[in-house]
């Protein structure tokens, strides 16, 4: 055992010592800072700024009094949903956001405001939030931001000589109380708007401000009607109340850590593993094959088998590689749990952890190192039975490129599949045939795995690592020395039945 040990460190300092193994240690740590940075150096500027001139004096108050509403009405949602998760509704039973999230009404934003909005539900919230609760993020920005008519735009001039003056503003960016903010749209109400048929007009730079233009054209819209019910003799408090009708509605959410959000969430780390697992070892098998077969157009072998046995160097190699492999995933995942902690944004803050902590079964974690390092194995002793019956790359090659394919192109299947469906048959299917076994069951432990399934797979894929090792085994123990005889995959199965003899 102490010579394959050695052969063991040899592999591993001969591996490591490649540019090809610096390269795929640094990829993903370097996929993770470049995360880090991406969302501030190209994610646009979420929320912009528009400028609204109304003449008539009749119809901005209540614009703005809308965006206002729909903005406090998001805010409030989130913090419906903050509440519910942390369970601090008790903090002030009749407030609004304490029973939970669901629609909210105008009247329901109008009362949150009245209570003095968010800094108040905090201030009252904020004593019984447990130790380890995050703070309060809404997931909604302040999209549209109202400014004043820069300076020199004419006002009182019509809607051609304000929409001319416009033009040029419309191209930068203004200042507002949130910061600078790209102007996207001016908007101009005539001083006879309804009465006449004179149109509000609306100036936009291309940048998309649907939602913003469909709100103001809505408010328009209820004005007109308003005032065109009023005028038939409807009286205002009756219209008010109509307009207030909402149709009542309950929606009952998974409890949780389950429903299709949470199985997203919990996903992400065991179907990010498959990647990682492909990428490993085909990258590093494909180092292990390349030695193999250097050492033996180099004669090398013949040397080494002089002083060691075939077992031992089969097992020195696949120690090596393996601990190639370990130090790999072990480096990637201290970078990875680091950026997730530790990092205030990013791929790994806003994915990756609330995926560990979703996965909150310490079997799992157990599940997911097995697996990959079973996959790791039986992929690795595939690529170093090639590198035995292979005199050069090319006859590597011959080899190689099926055995690729019937790796690959399964698992991609099964990955795709299992994001739509974890239960789904072909996700199934391949959890009880070995090869693909620890692929799919790494994607599926989000999704619910049940233990005994795991146990199951795990003791057949012990079984089936045991069985490969023993063939692999054989066929080192008479291919080694074979060179310049091509072997057809019909050979195989006699080459390994001539180890008896040997």
Known sequence: MSRALLIAAREYRQIAA??????VLLM???????????????????SVAYVLVD???????????????????????????????WKVGSASPGAVWASGPRWFSDAEAQTFIAQGGLPAALGQIAPRLPADATPFKSAEPRLYIPVDPPAGVPIDQGPDAFGAAMAGPLQGDVVTHDGKRPLTLAVYIPKDFGASADPARVWS?????????DTIRAELTGRLRAQALQTSGLA??????????????TIANPPEGRGRAQVVVRSLLPLALVYLLLITVMVTGAMMLQSVIEERSNKLMESMLACVRP??????KLIGIGGIGLTTVVFWAACAVGAAFFAAQGMAADFLKPSLVALNHPWIWGAMVFYFLAGYLVVSMIYLGIGA???SMQDAQAYLMPVVAVIMLPTVLMMAATAQNPNGVLPHVLSWIPIYTPFAMLARLGSGVSQVEVLGTGAMLILFLAVELYLLGRLFQVSLLRTGQP?????????IRQSEAV
Do not use: C
């Open 18 to 23: 490649t540019r090809g193994f610096w390269v």
């Open 28 to 46: 993903i740590p370097l996929m993770i800072a470049v995360s880090q940075f991406a969302g501030k150096l190209i994610t646009p500027q979420a």
């Open 55 to 85: 003449a008539s004096g009749q119809y901005a108050p209540a614009i703005q009094h809308r965006m206002e509403l729909s903005y406090q009405r998001a805010v409030l949602g989130d913090l419906a949903a903050y509440v519910q998760k």
């Open 205 to 213: 730079n291309g940048r998309s401000t649907g939602p913003l233009i």
């Open 236 to 249: 205002p408090a009756v219209f008010t109340r109509i307009e207030s009708l909402a149709a009542p509605m």
């Open 311 to 316: 077992s031992e160097l089969m097992y020195g």
């Open 389 to 391: 019956l292979s005199d």
């Open 487 to 495: 072997l057809k995959l019909g050979g195989v199965i006699k080459l």
